[in-house]
Protein backbone atom coordinates (compact mmCIF):
# COMPACT_ATOMS: atom_id res chain seq x y z
CA UNK A 1 0.00 0.00 0.00
CA UNK A 2 3.02 2.29 0.82
CA UNK A 3 4.75 0.90 -2.07
CA UNK A 4 1.65 1.97 -4.23
CA UNK A 5 1.24 5.42 -2.48
CA UNK A 6 4.91 6.32 -3.36
CA UNK A 7 4.55 5.52 -6.93
CA UNK A 8 1.12 7.64 -7.06
CA UNK A 9 3.10 10.47 -5.76
CA UNK A 10 6.24 9.71 -8.18
CA UNK A 11 3.15 9.90 -11.19
CA UNK A 12 2.15 13.00 -10.10
CA UNK A 13 5.99 14.40 -9.39
CA UNK A 14 6.56 13.91 -13.12
CA UNK A 15 3.34 15.15 -14.85
CA UNK A 16 3.82 17.92 -12.80
CA UNK A 17 7.51 18.24 -14.17
CA UNK A 18 6.34 17.58 -17.91
CA UNK A 19 3.78 20.89 -17.40
CA UNK A 20 6.51 22.95 -16.02
CA UNK A 21 8.78 21.68 -19.18
CA UNK A 22 5.75 22.42 -21.96
CA UNK A 23 5.07 26.15 -20.15
CA UNK A 24 8.85 26.93 -19.95
CA UNK A 25 9.45 29.81 -22.09
CA UNK A 26 12.20 32.60 -22.71
CA UNK A 27 11.98 34.85 -19.79
CA UNK A 28 10.88 37.44 -22.27
CA UNK A 29 7.85 35.50 -23.12
CA UNK A 30 7.32 33.69 -19.55
CA UNK A 31 3.75 36.18 -19.11
CA UNK A 32 1.98 33.84 -21.85
CA UNK A 33 1.95 29.98 -21.72
CA UNK A 34 0.78 29.90 -25.35
CA UNK A 35 3.67 31.85 -27.42
CA UNK A 36 4.95 31.76 -30.39
CA UNK A 37 8.86 32.37 -31.86
CA UNK A 38 8.68 35.41 -33.49
CA UNK A 39 10.35 35.45 -36.91
CA UNK A 40 9.20 35.28 -40.65
CA UNK A 41 7.79 31.67 -41.25
CA UNK A 42 3.59 32.11 -41.12
CA UNK A 43 2.18 30.75 -38.21
CA UNK A 44 -0.32 27.83 -39.87
CA UNK A 45 1.78 25.50 -40.95
CA UNK A 46 -0.29 22.90 -42.31
CA UNK A 47 -1.88 19.01 -41.10
CA UNK A 48 -0.57 15.29 -40.58
CA UNK A 49 -1.97 12.48 -40.26
CA UNK A 50 -0.55 9.83 -38.36
CA UNK A 51 -0.19 6.18 -37.81
CA UNK A 52 0.55 4.01 -34.73
CA UNK A 53 2.80 0.80 -36.03
CA UNK A 54 3.09 -0.53 -32.62
CA UNK A 55 -0.82 -1.24 -31.42
CA UNK A 56 -1.62 -2.39 -34.80
CA UNK A 57 1.13 -5.16 -34.54
CA UNK A 58 -0.28 -5.83 -31.63
CA UNK A 59 -3.63 -6.02 -32.77
CA UNK A 60 -2.39 -8.61 -35.79
CA UNK A 61 0.21 -10.50 -33.83
CA UNK A 62 -1.48 -10.91 -30.30
CA UNK A 63 -4.75 -11.03 -28.99
CA UNK A 64 -5.09 -7.60 -28.15
CA UNK A 65 -3.79 -3.97 -29.70
CA UNK A 66 -5.84 -1.20 -31.77
CA UNK A 67 -5.85 0.69 -34.64
CA UNK A 68 -5.07 4.31 -33.64
CA UNK A 69 -4.64 7.24 -35.69
CA UNK A 70 -3.98 10.71 -35.60
CA UNK A 71 -5.00 14.42 -36.87
CA UNK A 72 -2.32 17.16 -36.11
CA UNK A 73 -2.45 20.99 -37.11
CA UNK A 74 0.97 22.39 -37.74
CA UNK A 75 0.96 25.76 -35.95
CA UNK A 76 4.58 27.46 -36.38
CA UNK A 77 6.47 24.02 -36.09
CA UNK A 78 6.00 24.67 -32.38
CA UNK A 79 2.22 24.00 -31.15
CA UNK A 80 0.52 20.66 -32.67
CA UNK A 81 -3.02 20.47 -31.46
CA UNK A 82 -4.16 16.75 -31.89
CA UNK A 83 -7.27 14.28 -32.06
CA UNK A 84 -6.65 10.71 -31.89
CA UNK A 85 -9.20 8.23 -32.95
CA UNK A 86 -8.56 4.33 -32.22
CA UNK A 87 -10.38 1.30 -32.12
CA UNK A 88 -9.62 -1.02 -29.36
CA UNK A 89 -9.74 -4.77 -29.40
CA UNK A 90 -8.99 -7.85 -26.95
CA UNK A 91 -9.82 -11.69 -27.55
CA UNK A 92 -8.06 -12.92 -25.03
CA UNK A 93 -7.78 -16.91 -23.14
CA UNK A 94 -5.60 -17.33 -20.10
CA UNK A 95 -4.32 -20.41 -20.10
CA UNK A 96 -4.10 -21.21 -16.51
CA UNK A 97 -7.24 -19.46 -15.38
CA UNK A 98 -9.17 -20.48 -18.53
CA UNK A 99 -11.15 -17.37 -18.51
CA UNK A 100 -12.15 -15.75 -21.76
CA UNK A 101 -11.90 -12.06 -22.35
CA UNK A 102 -13.61 -10.18 -24.71
CA UNK A 103 -14.03 -6.57 -25.75
CA UNK A 104 -14.08 -3.97 -28.55
CA UNK A 105 -14.48 -0.27 -28.75
CA UNK A 106 -13.68 3.04 -30.16
CA UNK A 107 -11.53 5.28 -28.31
CA UNK A 108 -10.51 9.13 -28.49
CA UNK A 109 -8.12 11.59 -27.77
CA UNK A 110 -7.93 15.41 -27.77
CA UNK A 111 -4.75 16.93 -26.92
CA UNK A 112 -1.87 19.01 -27.48
CA UNK A 113 1.70 18.77 -28.52
CA UNK A 114 5.03 21.10 -27.94
CA UNK A 115 8.08 20.80 -30.26
CA UNK A 116 10.71 21.36 -27.45
CA UNK A 117 14.07 21.97 -30.03
CA UNK A 118 15.24 25.47 -30.09
CA UNK A 119 15.30 25.22 -34.08
CA UNK A 120 11.81 24.36 -34.12
CA UNK A 121 11.80 25.03 -38.21
CA UNK A 122 14.19 22.08 -38.52
CA UNK A 123 12.80 18.41 -40.46
CA UNK A 124 13.25 16.70 -36.58
CA UNK A 125 11.27 17.55 -33.71
CA UNK A 126 11.16 16.70 -30.26
CA UNK A 127 8.06 16.76 -28.23
CA UNK A 128 6.17 17.02 -25.25
CA UNK A 129 2.85 16.72 -25.34
CA UNK A 130 -0.17 16.28 -23.17
CA UNK A 131 -3.85 14.33 -23.92
CA UNK A 132 -7.47 13.43 -22.27
CA UNK A 133 -8.74 10.23 -23.73
CA UNK A 134 -12.17 8.47 -23.43
CA UNK A 135 -13.68 5.44 -24.07
CA UNK A 136 -17.08 3.60 -23.94
CA UNK A 137 -16.88 -0.19 -24.11
CA UNK A 138 -18.58 -3.53 -23.14
CA UNK A 139 -16.90 -6.44 -22.07
CA UNK A 140 -17.50 -10.57 -22.54
CA UNK A 141 -15.84 -12.54 -19.96
CA UNK A 142 -16.78 -16.44 -19.63
CA UNK A 143 -14.89 -18.97 -17.85
CA UNK A 144 -16.17 -22.46 -19.09
CA UNK A 145 -16.00 -25.78 -17.43
CA UNK A 146 -16.02 -24.31 -14.25
CA UNK A 147 -16.79 -26.56 -11.05
CA UNK A 148 -17.61 -25.65 -7.73
CA UNK A 149 -14.54 -26.91 -5.47
CA UNK A 150 -16.72 -27.91 -2.96
CA UNK A 151 -19.82 -29.32 -4.23
CA UNK A 152 -18.45 -30.01 -7.59
CA UNK A 153 -22.09 -28.59 -9.10
CA UNK A 154 -21.19 -26.88 -12.51
CA UNK A 155 -20.86 -23.00 -12.38
CA UNK A 156 -21.95 -20.10 -14.88
CA UNK A 157 -19.33 -17.94 -14.56
CA UNK A 158 -20.45 -15.64 -17.65
CA UNK A 159 -20.92 -11.62 -17.92
CA UNK A 160 -22.25 -10.72 -20.83
CA UNK A 161 -22.31 -6.85 -22.27
CA UNK A 162 -21.59 -5.08 -19.22
CA UNK A 163 -21.22 -1.41 -20.01
CA UNK A 164 -18.11 0.35 -18.88
CA UNK A 165 -16.26 3.36 -19.44
CA UNK A 166 -12.52 5.47 -18.82
CA UNK A 167 -10.75 8.51 -18.72
CA UNK A 168 -7.90 8.81 -18.71
CA UNK A 169 -5.06 11.89 -19.19
CA UNK A 170 -1.37 11.27 -21.16
CA UNK A 171 1.78 12.85 -20.61
CA UNK A 172 4.28 11.89 -23.50
CA UNK A 173 7.98 12.98 -24.97
CA UNK A 174 8.77 11.92 -28.61
CA UNK A 175 10.69 12.59 -31.34
CA UNK A 176 9.53 12.96 -35.56
CA UNK A 177 12.11 12.64 -38.22
CA UNK A 178 11.72 13.22 -41.75
CA UNK A 179 12.50 10.86 -43.99
CA UNK A 180 11.71 11.27 -47.04
CA UNK A 181 9.76 14.32 -48.68
CA UNK A 182 6.56 14.79 -46.65
CA UNK A 183 7.01 11.14 -44.80
CA UNK A 184 8.15 11.15 -41.38
CA UNK A 185 9.13 8.50 -38.85
CA UNK A 186 8.36 9.05 -34.89
CA UNK A 187 8.22 7.48 -31.66
CA UNK A 188 6.65 8.68 -28.64
CA UNK A 189 6.92 7.38 -24.48
CA UNK A 190 3.39 7.78 -22.58
CA UNK A 191 2.20 7.60 -19.06
CA UNK A 192 -1.25 7.06 -19.06
CA UNK A 193 -2.62 8.12 -15.51
CA UNK A 194 -6.30 6.64 -15.00
CA UNK A 195 -8.66 9.56 -13.96
CA UNK A 196 -12.03 7.75 -13.26
CA UNK A 197 -13.60 4.67 -14.21
CA UNK A 198 -17.13 3.10 -13.83
CA UNK A 199 -17.79 -1.20 -14.20
CA UNK A 200 -20.38 -2.89 -13.54
CA UNK A 201 -21.15 -5.04 -10.15
CA UNK A 202 -18.71 -7.91 -11.61
CA UNK A 203 -15.24 -6.60 -9.66
CA UNK A 204 -12.68 -4.57 -12.55
CA UNK A 205 -12.37 -4.76 -16.40
CA UNK A 206 -8.92 -6.42 -17.70
CA UNK A 207 -8.28 -4.33 -21.41
CA UNK A 208 -9.52 -1.32 -21.75
CA UNK A 209 -9.79 -0.06 -25.80
CA UNK A 210 -6.91 2.89 -25.70
CA UNK A 211 -5.76 2.42 -22.08
CA UNK A 212 -4.07 -1.46 -21.96
CA UNK A 213 -4.42 -3.49 -19.32
CA UNK A 214 -6.60 -1.69 -16.53
CA UNK A 215 -4.55 -0.80 -13.68
CA UNK A 216 -3.87 3.07 -12.44
CA UNK A 217 -1.40 3.71 -14.42
CA UNK A 218 0.96 2.46 -16.85
CA UNK A 219 3.41 3.54 -19.70
CA UNK A 220 3.39 2.44 -23.27
CA UNK A 221 5.24 3.37 -26.68
CA UNK A 222 3.75 4.32 -30.18
CA UNK A 223 5.91 4.20 -33.05
CA UNK A 224 4.29 6.28 -35.59
CA UNK A 225 4.31 6.74 -39.78
CA UNK A 226 3.63 10.40 -40.58
CA UNK A 227 2.55 11.97 -43.42
CA UNK A 228 2.70 16.08 -43.61
CA UNK A 229 -0.74 17.09 -45.72
CA UNK B 1 18.53 17.93 -22.24
CA UNK B 2 19.46 17.13 -18.84
CA UNK B 3 16.26 18.07 -18.07
CA UNK B 4 14.63 15.41 -20.47
CA UNK B 5 16.97 12.56 -19.31
CA UNK B 6 15.39 13.66 -15.68
CA UNK B 7 12.08 12.88 -17.06
CA UNK B 8 12.88 9.42 -19.09
CA UNK B 9 14.38 8.19 -15.24
CA UNK B 10 11.06 9.36 -13.79
CA UNK B 11 9.11 7.55 -16.17
CA UNK B 12 10.88 4.42 -16.25
CA UNK B 13 10.80 4.23 -12.45
CA UNK B 14 6.88 5.11 -12.28
CA UNK B 15 6.04 2.73 -15.01
CA UNK B 16 5.88 -0.15 -13.04
CA UNK B 17 2.59 -1.53 -13.97
CA UNK B 18 1.19 -4.72 -12.44
CA UNK B 19 -2.43 -6.13 -11.81
CA UNK B 20 -2.38 -8.36 -8.72
CA UNK B 21 -4.73 -10.96 -7.80
CA UNK B 22 -6.02 -10.61 -4.44
CA UNK B 23 -4.00 -12.99 -1.57
CA UNK B 24 -6.95 -13.17 0.65
CA UNK B 25 -9.07 -14.62 -2.08
CA UNK B 26 -11.69 -17.46 -0.24
CA UNK B 27 -15.05 -16.64 -0.39
CA UNK B 28 -16.59 -17.62 2.98
CA UNK B 29 -19.46 -16.63 5.02
CA UNK B 30 -18.41 -16.02 8.81
CA UNK B 31 -21.06 -17.29 11.40
CA UNK B 32 -21.12 -16.06 15.07
CA UNK B 33 -23.02 -17.45 18.00
CA UNK B 34 -25.03 -14.73 20.20
CA UNK B 35 -27.34 -15.16 23.15
CA UNK B 36 -30.76 -13.68 23.12
CA UNK B 37 -29.53 -9.73 23.86
CA UNK B 38 -27.19 -10.10 20.96
CA UNK B 39 -23.79 -10.28 22.67
CA UNK B 40 -21.07 -12.81 20.96
CA UNK B 41 -21.11 -16.76 23.64
CA UNK B 42 -18.73 -19.36 22.94
CA UNK B 43 -20.53 -22.67 22.09
CA UNK B 44 -20.12 -25.07 24.80
CA UNK B 45 -21.06 -28.59 22.51
CA UNK B 46 -18.68 -29.94 19.87
CA UNK B 47 -19.96 -28.32 16.20
CA UNK B 48 -19.88 -30.65 13.18
CA UNK B 49 -21.50 -29.58 10.02
CA UNK B 50 -21.91 -30.96 6.83
CA UNK B 51 -23.61 -30.91 3.14
CA UNK B 52 -24.59 -33.44 0.73
CA UNK B 53 -22.45 -32.85 -2.35
CA UNK B 54 -23.42 -33.10 -6.16
CA UNK B 55 -22.78 -36.64 -5.84
CA UNK B 56 -25.50 -37.13 -2.92
CA UNK B 57 -22.46 -37.94 -0.80
CA UNK B 58 -22.03 -36.12 3.29
CA UNK B 59 -18.94 -33.90 3.34
CA UNK B 60 -17.76 -32.51 6.27
CA UNK B 61 -17.15 -28.63 5.89
CA UNK B 62 -16.63 -27.95 9.72
CA UNK B 63 -15.33 -30.36 11.89
CA UNK B 64 -15.62 -31.37 16.41
CA UNK B 65 -15.35 -27.94 16.91
CA UNK B 66 -15.19 -27.11 20.38
CA UNK B 67 -15.47 -24.39 22.46
CA UNK B 68 -15.54 -21.65 19.42
CA UNK B 69 -17.26 -18.58 19.20
CA UNK B 70 -17.75 -18.52 15.55
CA UNK B 71 -16.81 -20.15 12.27
CA UNK B 72 -16.69 -19.58 8.54
CA UNK B 73 -18.54 -22.22 6.31
CA UNK B 74 -17.86 -21.88 2.34
CA UNK B 75 -20.60 -20.64 0.31
CA UNK B 76 -21.25 -22.70 -3.37
CA UNK B 77 -20.27 -20.69 -6.27
CA UNK B 78 -23.42 -20.93 -8.57
CA UNK B 79 -26.45 -23.04 -6.24
CA UNK B 80 -29.87 -21.18 -5.17
CA UNK B 81 -29.54 -22.69 -2.33
CA UNK B 82 -27.17 -24.01 0.18
CA UNK B 83 -28.12 -27.19 2.95
CA UNK B 84 -25.99 -27.72 5.72
CA UNK B 85 -26.43 -29.79 8.68
CA UNK B 86 -25.47 -29.22 12.15
CA UNK B 87 -24.67 -31.46 14.73
CA UNK B 88 -24.57 -30.48 18.58
CA UNK B 89 -23.17 -32.75 20.94
CA UNK B 90 -23.28 -32.71 24.15
CA UNK B 91 -23.24 -34.04 26.99
CA UNK B 92 -26.35 -36.03 27.30
CA UNK B 93 -27.65 -35.18 23.55
CA UNK B 94 -27.12 -35.45 19.91
CA UNK B 95 -28.82 -32.82 17.84
CA UNK B 96 -28.81 -31.99 14.32
CA UNK B 97 -30.77 -29.23 12.55
CA UNK B 98 -30.68 -28.52 8.87
CA UNK B 99 -29.95 -24.85 7.83
CA UNK B 100 -30.97 -23.41 4.30
CA UNK B 101 -29.10 -20.85 3.07
CA UNK B 102 -30.96 -19.00 0.06
CA UNK B 103 -28.41 -16.54 -2.02
CA UNK B 104 -27.90 -14.49 -5.42
CA UNK B 105 -24.05 -15.21 -7.20
CA UNK B 106 -22.55 -13.00 -8.65
CA UNK B 107 -19.12 -13.80 -11.36
CA UNK B 108 -16.56 -11.68 -9.71
CA UNK B 109 -13.44 -10.74 -12.15
CA UNK B 110 -10.38 -9.31 -11.00
CA UNK B 111 -8.21 -9.78 -14.14
CA UNK B 112 -7.83 -13.00 -16.66
CA UNK B 113 -5.14 -13.98 -14.69
CA UNK B 114 -6.67 -14.31 -11.60
CA UNK B 115 -8.83 -17.44 -10.60
CA UNK B 116 -12.85 -16.89 -11.52
CA UNK B 117 -14.38 -16.65 -8.41
CA UNK B 118 -18.20 -15.67 -7.22
CA UNK B 119 -19.42 -13.17 -4.29
CA UNK B 120 -22.69 -13.63 -2.97
CA UNK B 121 -26.04 -11.96 -1.69
CA UNK B 122 -27.72 -13.43 1.01
CA UNK B 123 -31.34 -13.54 0.55
CA UNK B 124 -33.01 -15.53 3.27
CA UNK B 125 -31.76 -17.96 5.90
CA UNK B 126 -34.53 -20.81 7.27
CA UNK B 127 -33.62 -23.58 9.81
CA UNK B 128 -34.96 -26.74 11.77
CA UNK B 129 -35.85 -25.27 15.37
CA UNK B 130 -34.19 -28.51 17.35
CA UNK B 131 -31.12 -26.54 19.02
CA UNK B 132 -31.08 -23.71 16.89
CA UNK B 133 -33.56 -20.31 18.15
CA UNK B 134 -32.58 -18.42 15.42
CA UNK B 135 -30.36 -17.20 12.58
CA UNK B 136 -30.47 -14.21 11.37
CA UNK B 137 -28.27 -11.84 8.46
CA UNK B 138 -26.20 -9.57 9.73
CA UNK B 139 -23.85 -8.75 6.61
CA UNK B 140 -25.56 -9.96 3.56
CA UNK B 141 -23.28 -9.42 1.23
CA UNK B 142 -20.57 -12.28 0.74
CA UNK B 143 -16.86 -11.35 -0.64
CA UNK B 144 -12.93 -11.44 0.17
CA UNK B 145 -13.85 -10.26 4.02
CA UNK B 146 -13.49 -13.28 5.98
CA UNK B 147 -13.49 -10.99 9.37
CA UNK B 148 -16.85 -9.77 9.34
CA UNK B 149 -20.09 -11.91 10.21
CA UNK B 150 -22.45 -12.85 8.27
CA UNK B 151 -24.75 -14.32 10.16
CA UNK B 152 -25.63 -14.64 13.48
CA UNK B 153 -26.76 -18.03 14.97
CA UNK B 154 -28.92 -17.87 18.57
CA UNK B 155 -29.32 -20.77 20.35
CA UNK B 156 -32.21 -22.42 21.91
CA UNK B 157 -34.06 -25.15 22.10
CA UNK B 158 -33.51 -28.54 23.02
CA UNK B 159 -30.05 -27.69 25.12
Known sequence: ?229 | MRKWLLFLCVALVVSCSSIECPVDNMVVAVYEFCDEDGNPVTLEDTLTVSTKLRNGQDSVVLNKAVGVAGFSLPVSQDHPVDEFYFNFFGKDYDVTDTVWIEKEDIPHFESIECKATFFHQLKSVSYTEHILDSLAIKKAFVDYDYKTTHINIYLGGDR
Open chain 1, 1 to 229: MIIRRLISTSIWAAIVSLLLILTASPASAQKKFFTLQKDSVPVFRGFAVSLDLVGAGMLVFGDRGQIEGAFRVNLHDEWFPVVELGYGKADSHDEVTKIEYKTKAPYFKVGIDRNMLKEKHGPNRLYAGLRYAFTNYKVDITRPGLTDPNWHWDSNYNIHGESCNMHWVEALVGLDAKIWGPLHLGWNVRYKLRVSHKEGDFGTTWYVPGFGTNDNGRLDATFNVIIDI
